[in-house]
């Protein structure tokens, strides 16, 4: 879809209205948008994500191909783990404090580094600061305990 020329403000405005409308005014702009009405176990809070979503990428383009391929195959496969390597950009730094110690592992090219040493896996540096095995971006707040992931930004 090819983007087409908006006023952020104006863009702005529109999805601001589209947060103040109630369930019924929000099926039917949903109705207009998307040419029928949103299925049934839509929540309205979802609804009006999908609708701003929209909103912004009438406006300002949709995902690039490569973001597309990389839900494409993320939701195909169901192992996000790529999609946690690629977030963690070299030199981000997790800080875990386990058993009153304070452990550090910075992001490098190579993997993770903890205490002078490289590793290519998060887990192994949790098994090493433990003694158990544990999953790796689960014991440095990376995942929940639902295995969902969680934002990470860039230094």
């Known amino acids: 879809m090819t983007p087409r ?8 405005a529109e999805v601001d209205r589209i ?3 109630g ?9 207009l948008m998307f040419g029928g ?6 929540s309205k809070n979802i609804i009006k994500r999908l609708m ?19 839900l494409d195959r993320l939701a195909r496969s169901g192992k996000p783990r790529a999609e ?13 404090e386990y058993q ?24 192994r540096i949790a098994r090493a600061i433990t003694g158990t095995a544990w999953n790796g971006p689960r014991f440095f707040g990376l995942r929940d305990t639902r295995r969902k992931q969680i934002d990470v930004a860039a230094p």
């Open 52 to 70: 701003a979503y929209r909103i912004q990428e009438d406006a300002f383009g949709g995902l690039d191909r490569e973001m597309k391929k990389l």
């Open 23 to 31: 369930i019924a005014a929000l099926r039917a702009r949903w109705r």
């Open 84 to 96: 946690l390597n690629r977030r963690l950009m070299p030199g981000v730094v997790l800080l875990r």
């Open 100 to 123: 009153g110690k304070r452990h550090t592992v910075t992001v490098v090219p190579e993997g993770f580094s903890w205490q002078g040493t490289t590793y290519t896996s998060l887990s």
């Open 19 to 21: 947060w103040s409308l």
């Open 37 to 42: 009405s949103p299925p049934a176990r839509l």
């Open 5 to 12: 020329s908006f006023e952020a403000a104006a863009v702005e």
